[in-house]
């Protein structure tokens, strides 16, 4: 079984920042990327920031230049700096890994429970 646990949510007002961290744990085999996706009432799912093992990140249009990601590879944890919050920033921030248990086969997802961000205006 593999967990993964976020933290570092909150309340914050526009213009200022919070950093999320993740952690996974449990019967991990090979993670080849983690990464966070977020949800606001009413919106779909969508991807914040992913960054693979080596290093290879991908952002959102609307996080560029404002947020960054890092993993610790040997921690099986990642993080998020997000700096210029905007209230268009709030929503349920979900953190994910990929976990690839056989080579040559795809990855599977697992999520987190998610961690709260509420950016006022």
């Known amino acids: 079984q593999v967990h993964v646990v976020e933290s570092g949510g909150g309340l914050v007002q526009a213009g200022g920042s919070l950093r999320l961290s993740c952690v996974a744990s449990?019967?991990?085999?090979?993670?080849?990327?983690m990464g966070w996706h977020r949800q606001a009432p009413g919106n779909q799912r969508e991807l914040v920031a992913r960054v693979t093992t080596d290093g290879s990140t991908n952002y959102a249009d609307s996080v560029k230049g404002r947020f960054t990601i890092s993993r610790d590879n040997a921690e099986n944890t990642v993080y998020l700096q997000m700096n210029g919050l905007t209230p268009e920033d709030t929503g349920v921030y979900y953190c994910y890994i990929d976990d690839r248990r056989y080579s040559g086969t795809p990855p599977g997802r697992y999520w987190g429970q998610g961690t709260q961000v509420t950016v006022s205006s």
């Open positions: 449990g019967n991990i085999f090979s993670i080849t990327a």
